[in-house]
């Protein structure tokens, strides 16, 4: 009897400890996947985070530039189609802009590779000539039918809103940042 009990045992023993090695194996494996996925987790956020940082940055630095345009030049300086198209090319040569547009206080936009088109009755002109910023994303432009992203800022003179700086990127380009 003393001999079945270890012949079972040589076969069982080894089997049995075996499987408790696997599990233990499984156990450790679960736990440390746990705590990796949550590692990965926390990182994606706070990269998240920083980037949408970086984006909102990014975006009130061009507003701010805008902002900066439309003080300097002025609403007398718009009268001019020709001065605003020269102007705004040079603009948005100088900046990461696509395109940068000059909105008048009737709606008509000009844009700085010399297309043109009315606005008036897009909800950020009635915006941005109540005196508001405005940022925007189109879809399908208008003009070229690509997605576009725009930020505006009311041009004043005189202490009124007189017309709307536009300057706006390809869908890319937020990507890239």
Known sequence: MKIKFLRRF??????VILSAIAIAMLLATTRNWGGTVERMEKSLGE?????ASVLCDK????LSLLDGLATTYGGEDFND???VLNTLAQYAKKTDFVTVSY???EGYLYRSDGKELDVADRWYFE???????FVALFRNSEMDDSAKIALGVPVRMNGEVCGILIGTYDMHTFREW
């Open 10 to 15: 040589k076969f069982i023993g080894p089997i």
């Open 47 to 51: 990269q998240s985070v920083s980037q």
């Open 59 to 62: 975006i009130n630095g061009n």
């Open 81 to 83: 189609t020709e001065f």
């Open 103 to 105: 909105v008048n206080r």
């Open 127 to 133: 915006k941005a000539m109540r005196g508001e910023d």
